[in-house]
Every structure is written in C-alpha cells, then in structure tokens.
C-alpha cells in the first residue's frame, strides 16, 4: 500500500527480455535504500514492483507480461524518469490516499497549459475507468496521489502545483505523453458491492435495514 506521494525520481538503468517479462534495474535518485529489504514493494511509476538485487543505489525487478501490457512499462525504454516511492510503514504519514499500487489503465494527456503558478493538465481516459473518476475526488496518476478538478465524458482535469512539477516526472511531460492510472479504491470495491458480484447479494434495502442503517 502507498500514498501517492513521491519520494524520488528515479531512472531506468536497464531492460533485460525473460520471456514475455522484463527484469528491469532501476537507479533511484536520492531515494535512502537503507531500509529496503529483499521482497519489499516499491512504486515505480505507481506500479507495486518487488525490490530484489538491491544496492545502495538501485534495485531490480521483475515485471510480468500482464504489467507490461496494462501499463505504460510498453513505452519505457533505458534512461526513461520515473516516480519512485516506498510502502507504507506503520509510522508514516498519509497524506495523500490509499493507493494499491494496481494500475488500472493508460491514459494519455491532450491538454497542458498554465493556471496561475500551476499547470493544468486534462487526461484522456479509457471508456472503463471514467465512471470511477469524480470531481474533487482522487486518483493517482503515474505514481502521484492527485485530485481531480473537473470530470467529462473521457476526460479529467487536474491542477499541478509548481513542487510537483519539481519533484516528480510531470514537469517533463507533454501533449501526447502517456501516464498510469489507478483510480480511488474506494469506488472500485463499492461498485463490487452495488452490483452483487461473487455471489453476493448487492446492497439493498433490507440488507441496509438489517444493519441497522435504515429503521425498519
């Protein structure tokens, strides 16, 4: 589990092919390795990659082919930036939300422009995830805990302040670039639950009542 709150930005050092997967080795910036152990999870580019090899400057990962084709790993090549950032600890501050760490789809980025000291970037967004997107809701995109701004039919808005821009990878991002995302948690399981999958029975009237959120 992360926060969506990037600690580094590192870059990819180098790709190696294992069949249909990647074993990548990713050099992490000013990222402290001192308490990364072997098996640990840490977000690249919001993807939950397991640390293995690890050095006082870099780790290796595996990446599978599921990844790799729900993600923006396709398009990442040796030298590419990445967002870097390490589980959650029992200590750690949440400031940002609960993200998984399990991408849900590529969007792509149709608009940039200036908003102040800020930039506003608008978000194409697969025809699946939008129903999960609201406005002043949040989302994490490529690794980075956001909030949303304003919701279309296939695209969102969101507003980046000038540390952000600094500190991760969106500064150097363009029109056409594509991102990970991973919408809120959140609506993702109450949709399992308005909808009765896995043999449940959904939420219904009685079933609130019997909880006690309705007198009956």
Aim: charged content about 20%; glycine content about 12%.
């Amino acid at each position: 589990m992360f926060t969506g709150l990037i600690q580094a930005v590192g870059k990819i050092q180098s790709i190696g092919d294992r069949g249909r997967d990647k074993y990548i080795r990713i050099h992490v910036g000013n990222m402290s390795m001192e308490d990364v152990a072997l098996g640990d999870s840490i977000a690249v580019n919001g993807v939950c990659l397991t640390a293995l090899d690890i050095d006082a400057h870099s780790f290796a990962a595996d990446v599978s082919a599921e990844t790799i084709e729900h993600s923006i790993f396709k398009y990442l090549g040796v030298g590419a930036a990445v967002n870097l950032e390490k589980s959650l600890t029992p200590s750690s501050k949440l400031g940002g939300h609960f993200v998984s760490g399990h991408v849900d789809g590529v969007g792509e980025i149709i608009q940039r422009y200036a908003d102040g000291r800020s930039e506003r970037f608008v978000v194409r967004t697969p025809s699946a995830l939008s129903k999960y997107i609201a406005p002043k809701g949040s989302i994490c995109v490529s690794g980075i805990s956001l909030t949303v701004n304003e919701v279309s039919r296939d695209t969102f808005g969101v507003n980046i302040v000038p540390h952000t821009l600094k500190e991760t990878i969106l500064g150097d991002l363009h029109v056409g670039d594509k991102v990970n995302l991973e919408v809120d948690i959140i609506a993702r399981y109450l949709e399992q639950l308005l909808e009765g999958r896995r043999g449940a029975d959904g939420i219904s009237e009685t079933l609130l009542a019997n909880a006690g959120f309705i007198k009956k």
